[in-house]
Nanobody
Framework: QVQLVESGGGLVQAGGSLRLSCAASGRRFNNAVMGWFRQAPGKERECVAAINWNGSATYYADSVKGRFTISRDNAKNTMYLQMNNLKPEDTAVYYC????????????????????WGQGTQVTVSS
């Protein structure tokens, strides 16, 4: 059974940092694009960052550029999202996702391009 499990969410004050992890099991994703999405109440799910199979190419939403860093450790079958200088508008449930192809393209900004999803982890940023 393929599973993606997020961890590292929580409550933090504005300006603080969190590091999310996404641990995969059941199959290896070292040849697949992976991404982080978030969904705030009443809003659509949006892609905040994505990474290609070996970490050499990344994508960031404009709202998180310069504050968030996506990375992966294929040996551990794990992906990370380092979130710095958090803002109240970053409050959301964060999901990790994995696709089936290795190369990053604009289509990976859409949640329809991913085949595997985690259950989500809540991030709350207080002002």
């Amino acid at each position: 059974q393929v599973q993606l499990v997020e961890s590292g969410g929580g409550l933090v004050q504005a300006g603080g940092s969190l590091r999310l992890s996404c641990a995969a099991s059941g199959r290896r994703f070292n040849n697949a694009v992976m991404g982080w999405f978030r969904q705030a109440p009443g809003k659509e799910r949006e892609c905040v960052a994505a990474i290609n199979w070996n970490g050499s190419a990344t994508y960031y939403a404009d709202s998180v550029k310069g504050r968030f860093t996506i990375s992966r450790d294929n040996a551990k079958n794990t992906m990370y999202l380092q979130m710095n200088n958090l803002k109240p508008e970053d409050t959301a449930v964060y999901y990790c996702a994995a696709g089936e192809t290795p190369f990053l393209s604009s289509r990976y900004r859409s949640d329809r391009s991913y085949d595997y999803w985690g259950q989500g982890t809540q991030v709350t940023v207080s002002s």
